[in-house]
C-alpha cells in the first residue's frame, strides 16, 4: 500500500513500490518514475515533456496492507494531511497539503516543489540547478474536530 498522493508502479521483483508523486509515470525501468505529462528517458535517467527535462523519482518500497497508514499532522496540530505528503501555510494562515513527501513550500502560499528544488515563483516552477519542472498546488488540509485534537 502506498501514501496518498503517491502512485503504485510494479518494481522489477513484480513486488508494488510508490512513486512519490499522485498520478505519476511509472518507468519501464522499474525503478523510477515521472510527473504526470511527462515521459521517462529511461536511457539518460530523466523525465521529458517537449524540451523540458527534469530528474525522475525514485520508487520507494510498498507497505503492507497490515500496518496503518498515518496522517501528518501538521504544525498547529489540529490540521492532517495524508501520509507522505506536507504540510505547508496557506495564504489564509491555515494548512494546507502538498503531495509530496518533505517538500518545499513555496512562499506564494499557494504551491511547493519536491525536495532539492527551489520554487521559482515568478515563472511558477521548481528548479535544481539548470533543471526546471513544473511546481505542484496544495490542497487543503483535513482540521480536526475539537474532541480529536491531542
Known amino acids: 500500500m502506498c501514501p496518498d498522493g503517491n502512485t503504485c508502479c510494479q518494481l522489477a521483483s513484480g513486488q508494488w513500490g510508490c512513486c512519490p508523486l499522485p498520478n505519476a509515470v511509472c518507468c519501464t525501468d522499474h525503478e523510477h518514475c515521472c510527473p504526470t505529462g511527462t515521459t521517462c528517458d529511461v536511457k539518460h535517467g530523466r523525465c521529458l515533456n517537449g524540451d523540458l527535462t527534469m530528474p525522475w523519482f525514485e520508487k520507494t518500497a510498498a507497505t503492507m496492507m497490515a500496518s496503518p497508514v498515518e496522517d501528518v499532522v501538521c504544525p498547529d496540530k489540529s490540521s492532517t494531511c495524508p501520509d507522505g505528503s506536507t504540510c505547508c501555510q496557506l495564504a489564509s494562515g491555515q494548512w494546507g497539503c502538498c503531495p509530496l513527501p518533505q517538500a518545499v513550500c513555496c512562499n506564494d502560499h499557494e504551491h511547493c516543489c519536491p525536495?532539492?528544488?527551489?520554487?521559482?515563483?515568478?515563472?511558477?516552477?521548481?528548479?535544481?540547478?539548470?533543471?526546471?519542472?513544473?511546481?505542484?498546488?496544495?490542497?487543503?488540509?483535513?482540521?480536526?474536530?475539537?474532541?480529536?485534537?491531542?
Not at 521559482?120 to 474532541?147: E, I
Open 115 to 150: 525536495t532539492g528544488t527551489t520554487c521559482d515563483v515568478q515563472h511558477g516552477r521548481c528548479l535544481n540547478g539548470d533543471l526546471s519542472m513544473p511546481w505542484f498546488k496544495k490542497t487543503p488540509a483535513t482540521v480536526k474536530a475539537p474532541t480529536e485534537v491531542e
